[in-house]
């Protein structure tokens, strides 16, 4: 069973930006729409990360979901098919 979604960021009509990146994916909850998070491309790490909110309790399944997510687009990062702007690293 899926309990997140993974979706752009729009705010104001614009693609959010968060610490320098270009593009920001929001990571919500599937069931009450509670934003929970963001992923994002990290360039110290060179790979996506993911910012949780504070308040935001996890179980293994969601956190299975976000590691599965991440690893999808450090896949398609690698391979050029990302779809996501190009970052200088």
Not at 35 to 58: F, K
Not at 60 to 81: H, M, P, Y
């Amino acid at each position: 069973m899926a309990y997140l979604q993974f979706s752009d960021w729009i705010v104001g009509g614009t693609l959010a930006s968060y610490c320098d990146t270009p593009r920001v994916m929001r990571v919500v909850n599937r069931r009450h729409g509670d934003m929970l998070g963001v992923i994002y491309w990290y360039p110290a790490w060179r790979r996506h990360v993911m910012r949780s909110w504070s308040s935001v309790v996890w179980s293994a399944g969601c956190l299975g979901e976000v590691e599965a997510k991440l690893e999808q687009l450090d896949d398609q990062r690698r391979k050029g098919s990302h779809g996501w702007t190009r970052l200088k690293d």
